[in-house]
């Protein structure tokens, strides 16, 4: 298959993308992407450290590429993380504040652009099998969305069966290829391990087994909630491994990039929908064909915005002058075990559902995390699912326990401003915002994150929305 | 002209409305829609007893149909007005939390249906002039858009021209046709009155001479915007002079039920974007040709959840089995001054500003108003046209004026409940939630307040969204 860009040049017709040289250009014909998003799932597996979860699948796909470190969401709440996935941009500039399904119905703004418009007008096919959960759908044109999410949907054999006969079909042309997961998500009961799921072996995890994290008491509930949760983990390691078996099958092992990410943090309370490091410092595996290194650790602080510049970088798509995305490239740098220049990560989050408002901005380097709360004088709301969870329920029986190393008070009343010493501290409980010997800290931080929003026009930096609007609408 | 049933039920084909008789269904062949929405105008006209504001033609209208005196927008923000207008829904039951424009981005619900759909499906042509400021633009399928708002149009001739050519361009089907005005909104410089505009008189006014709203200081900076105001309503009373001219010159005025009303209060501190009065409490004039009465004084207390509701019923659209709007239609109360079981209407606000936070629900009766703060901790946000204005200006220069009859430290820093006595207090400015002796009167405020938002199902009353969603979408 060769991929003409005389032929897609002329497609475009008056459109935006133009084709360049990428750094990698000359390797192969078709530069196919596989984009693997996970639902929820922390930093839990065997290749991360974890002695207990077993994940061979994916621990196999690090040892063949890149296992990033240091990688984070930009915000720990599924919708607005996937936008930030799909189109390069922070949530707070590419409208997707909150979640999309339901009554909480937030969108992208009508101008932003996302992975399957950019390939697609690049001549790729374009497919989503699984969780989609951005809006609206005219700025999602997948020529095929295959077993899209429905209640209860574990069965990871039929995502795999569905991508490999999206693979199959599409032969001749470039594809990229987003496969959603919705495990590790909660379900209404135990994470939908309520029964075995077909050609999947079920794995099951003693809760005395189980490792605790800091941001969470030692609870059995909390024991048997996180074994549950390992279970879950371990199908979509099984998932995924039919997954790649398929990519294999088809003879696109050696054309296409994978990417492995999930969207937020364990559904856990302490950790997703927050922008502490359990929310958003989360697990990405980088494979390309084109690596000559192979199971590289790479320490580079990345971040979400980074995705959809590398998968265009990976395609040969270039922005047309005006546009401008928030990350960068991470092929230079997948070889590179701990690259210069990539030592800081930006956070924003909006609100998780529509009534959970609570507005934040992190800034998170390799020694601090700086937090600034927006509406701090509002209790932290927490997310239905979470509220819901025999975790939650059993933390709220007994206040006193905490939420770990956090007081349930600290967890749910903020101060305007938090700075974490990471090194000390990475359980991130002792507030460092007003100490004096972290002053200077604390003002570089500030000035850095004022920077930063302002360079991605944060609505909720004052003057950033027009007063008197485009045509009037107020 | 004649509306043929059978024709139009042939064309729905599967569609959901079926068409009955409705109350004044004999009246005439053509059931046209003419509805005026003025854009942040407060209840103030000449037949509204405004002694200096000269609005002669909408006190002509009001002399041939009737004009209610209690009429209420159930959220003071543009967009989520307008939607309620639209569908019949309060805004938190159809996803119009906040602003549509520009970075704010609200969407109705995708379930949701609006007047546009509902008279197409009925073989209506629908047309729009002037301001929408909802979206999407797929629920809102106007067969013909004219004068799209452009910043500084205040070009009235213009839009009444627009509406001449929609309406003889559409003779052979009955309209639906909607005038959004942009007076008497704010504009960067003096609500557009920075010129003469074609074809309408100027009117100008004697800051000295202005009515100083309660909830406004009497300072010389408030009576000089006032009196700016004051034209731009003028301006709005003149382009509706020629609006209703071009129905009469058509030979519409006959055969089309005329409504005429604001989205919100007038765009000054105290009133927009608040649910106190002056942010809800609104002018309304219903002209039907089928009255026989003339000149009516209505007190009943109706809301614009009603609007929808009785067009549907002048047009003759029922709703499908399953479908449920809040409101009911007022065309049955038309010519009653003071009809029975009208005497109450709720409010409903999520935000303005995708940054401006702050959902309130209120309960107002004739004797009483109840409001619950659902995020009191913050302070109250200032919208950012009345922000810049003249008028906030010199108030925060002077914060010891405060905003009239109310301290500026009340306005920004409420309570989670306010019940007012608007018979001793029409200012509402004591706060008699805390009151032993209006303990009951709260509770029984408190627990009307409950059904509605349990009936109308809102997403901030803990419960009513789905916690694992739809399709697992977290």
């Known amino acids: 298959m060769r991929f003409n860009r005389t032929v897609v040049l002329a497609a475009l017709a008056g459109a935006f993308v133009i084709l360049l040289s990428s750094s990698s250009a000359a390797l192969a014909d078709a530069r196919n992407v596989v984009l693997i998003i996970a639902d929820d799932q922390g930093r839990d597996l065997g290749v991360y450290g974890n002695p207990v979860l077993r994940t061979p699948n994916l621990d196999r ?14 915000v720990s709440s599924c919708s607005p993380s996937r936008s930030v996935i799909y189109t390069g941009l922070y949530s707070h500039s590419n409208g997707m504040y909150g979640l999309a399904h339901d009554v909480h119905n937030q969108h992208l703004l009508p101008s932003v652009r996302t992975l399957p418009q950019y390939l697609k007008a690049a001549g790729y096919r374009t497919g989503l099998v699984g969780k989609k959960h951005i809006l609206p759908e005219s700025q999602l044109p997948f020529d095929e969305e295959l077993a899209p999410e429905r209640p209860g949907n574990r ?14 079909r599409n032969a001749g042309k470039p594809f990229l290829l987003i496969v959603g997961y919705s495990d590790p998500h909660r379900a209404e009961e135990n994470f939908g391990n309520t029964r075995a799921w077909p050609r999947v072996a079920r794995a099951t995890y003693d809760p005395a087994k189980v490792i605790v994290p800091a941001h969470l008491p030692d609870l059995p509930e909390v024991r048997r909630d996180l074994a549950q949760y390992y279970e879950s983990v371990s199908r979509l390691d099984s998932g995924i491994g039919l997954l790649l078996d398929a990519l294999r099958d088809t003879k696109h092992d050696g054309d296409t990039l994978v990417i492995y990410l999930s969207d937020n943090g364990r559904a856990f309370p302490g950790a997703k929908t927050t922008l502490y490091d359990e929310g958003i410092h989360l697990p990405l595996i980088i494979s390309s064909p084109a690596q000559t290194k192979r199971g590289v650790r790479n320490d580079a602080m990345v971040s979400w915005v980074d995705i959809t510049p590398t ?3 990976w395609a040969g798509v270039s922005l047309s002058s005006g546009q401008q995305l ?14 210069r220049g ?3 990560v930006f956070a924003s989050h909006g609100f998780h559902e529509i009534q959970q408002y609570y507005p ?8 601090y995390e700086y937090i600034a709360n927006l509406a701090s004088p509002l209790e932290f709301p927490i997310a239905g699912d979470i509220a819901s969870s025999p975790s939650w329920q059993a933390i709220a029986a007994r206040p006193s326990v905490g939420l770990g190393a956090r007081t349930l008070q600290a967890f749910l009343h ?3 401003e938090e700075l974490y010493d990471l090194r000390k501290d990475p359980a991130e409980v002792r507030n460092l915002a007003a100490d004096p010997a972290h002053r200077e800290v604390l003002e570089r931080m500030r000035a850095e994150m004022a920077k930063f929003r302002s360079e991605t ?15 009037e609408e107020h």
Chains 1, 2 share one sequence.
């Open 61 to 74: 796909l690090a040892a063949r590429g890149t296992l990033f470190t240091s990688a984070f969401a930009t």
């Open 155 to 168: 069965d990871v054999a039929f995502m795999a069966d569905e991508a490999r006969k999206f693979i199959s």
């Open 311 to 313: 998968i265009l970088d």
């Open 326 to 339: 928030a990350g960068r490239t991470m092929l230079p740098i997948l070889e590179q075990p701990d690259p």
């Open 342 to 344: 990539w030592d800081r």
């Open 360 to 367: 934040m901005r992190a800034l998170r380097t390799r020694e």
């Open 414 to 416: 903020r101060p305007a």
């Open 457 to 471: 026009h944060d609505p909720w930096l004052p003057g950033q929305a027009a007063v008197f609007g485009h045509e």
